[in-house]
């Protein structure tokens, strides 16, 4: 499933017109040592809005708000050009737990 992410980013980024803002999965994998990531573009192409999973040991023993800072400071260069950004940080167990529970309580 990872590598399908992976294949349809590149994709994204290609067809991307240069004004549209972007999330790269691999910065974003490389910054925390991510053992999963997920962005999805939630602005119907205009590239202002997207959603972000990163899941991370690196967030051990974090609150919210500093891992939240921590996505920002990864994405501070394309900050500027995005309207909103939805974020779940989560570490491996808490991951996991999320992907026990019915889909409208994550």
């Known amino acids: 499933m990872f590598a399908l992410i992976r294949q349809g980013w590149r994709s994204m980024q ?3 017109p240069r004004n549209v803002a972007r999330v790269d999965v691999f910065d974003l994998e490389a910054a925390f040592q ?4 997920q962005v999805e573009d939630n602005s119907d192409g205009c590239g202002n809005k997207f959603s972000v999973i990163v899941v991370s040991n690196a967030f051990e023993g974090q609150g919210l708000l500093q891992r939240q800072r921590a996505v ?9 050009s995005i309207h909103a950004l939805q974020m779940k940080t989560w570490t491996p167990a808490q991951f996991e737990q999320k992907k026990s529970q019915p889909s409208g309580e994550n």
């Open 72 to 80: 920002n400071e990864v994405l501070r260069d394309e900050m500027a």
């Open 34 to 37: 991510a053992t999963y990531v």
């Open 14 to 16: 290609r067809n991307r």
